[in-house]
C-alpha cells in the first residue's frame, strides 16, 4: 500500500516561507498527478496546488503567484514552496494522488500555523 508522508509545516510569520514536503513509498510520483490539499477549521478541504506526471501546474486563484509546486521524481518526493504566507493561509496540509483521493485514504497531513 502506499504511504505518503507530508512534513515541513510549521509556525511562520505573516509574509514569511516554508517549503513542504511529501515523500512517497514507492516510485508513484512519476506516473501520477499529485496534488497539494489544505483544511482549516470550518472549511472543506481544498485543492491549492497540483502537478502533473508531465510536469503542467496549475494553482487556486487564492495562491497563485505565492506557492510553486515541484517534483523529484528521483527522490519520490514533492515539494510546495510557500511564499509571503498570510494569516488564511493556516491549515493542515496534505499531499494526494488521485486514486488515493477517491478512496478517501490522506496521510497525516503538516500543520502551518501563520500568525498576524
Known amino acids: 500500500q502506499v504511504q505518503l508522508v507530508e512534513s515541513g509545516g510549521g509556525l511562520v510569520q505573516a509574509g514569511g516561507s516554508l517549503r513542504l514536503s511529501c515523500a512517497a513509498s514507492g516510485s508513484i510520483f512519476s506516473i501520477n498527478d499529485v496534488g497539494w490539499y489544505r483544511h482549516a477549521p470550518g472549511k472543506q478541504r481544498e485543492l491549492v496546488a497540483a502537478i502533473s506526471s508531465g510536469g503542467r501546474t496549475n494553482y487556486a486563484d487564492s495562491v497563485k503567484g505565492r506557492f510553486t509546486i515541484s517534483r523529484d521524481n528521483a527522490k519520490n518526493t514533492v515539494y510546495l514552496q510557500m511564499n509571503s504566507l498570510k494569516p488564511e493561509d493556516t491549515a493542515v496540509y496534505y499531499c494526494?494522488?488521485?486514486?488515493?483521493?477517491?478512496?478517501?485514504?490522506w496521510g497525516q497531513g503538516t500543520q502551518v500555523t501563520v500568525s498576524s
Open positions: 494526494n494522488i488521485p486514486l488515493m483521493v477517491a478512496g478517501g485514504s
